[in-house]
Every structure is written in C-alpha cells, then in structure tokens.
C-alpha cells in the first residue's frame, strides 16, 4: 500500500511539469501562426509578380505567343493556388 502511494506521489510530480510546458508551446505555436498568417499574403503577391515577369516575354516582342504564355500562367497560378490551399488547411488543423 505504501508503495503504491509512493508511485502514485511520484508519478504526479513527474507529469506536473510536463503539464506545464505545453501552454507555453502553445503560446509560441500562436504567435508564429499569426506573424506567417500576416507575412504569406506579401510573399505570395512578390511570388505572383515574378512568375508574372518571367513569363511576361511570351506576351511581348517578336516571338510573341498568346497561348504559350497564357498556358504558362494558368499553370503558375493552378500551383500557386494549390499551395494556398495545402496552407490554408494545415493553418486550420493546427490553430
């Protein structure tokens, strides 16, 4: 009987702390979610602008081809939008 209270006394000491920790991971976890949430509409516009530049060639000058160059945006923007997506829905699971 003894030994078990004993057991008992230490496991609750040994998982006290561990109880602790884990608000503070969660306060961090917060705030990294909240400074990328406000970074990532920025770096996906930059993102946006330079897929646009890269790709602008197809639309001007003398080797202009319409289809090509729309082809390749529709293709930038279909990834780009995917991974909006994938973000968007591990922001959701995690906060």
């Not at 400074?35 to 202009?64: K, Q, S, Y």
Request: glycine residues 10%; negative net charge; without cysteine.
């Amino acid at each position: 009987m003894k030994k078990s209270i004993l057991m008992l006394l230490a496991l609750l000491f040994v998982t006290a702390p561990s109880v602790a920790q884990i608000g503070g991971i969660e306060d961090s976890v917060d705030d990294v979610s909240d400074t990328i949430r406000t970074i990532f509409p920025i770096i996906l516009g930059v993102i946006f602008l330079i897929g646009f530049l890269f790709n602008a060639g197809h639309f001007f000058g003398e080797n202009a081809d319409l289809k090509k160059g729309i082809t390749r945006v529709l293709v930038f923007v279909l990834i780009a939008g995917a991974v909006v997506g994938i973000f968007t829905y591990l922001i959701s699971i995690v906060v």
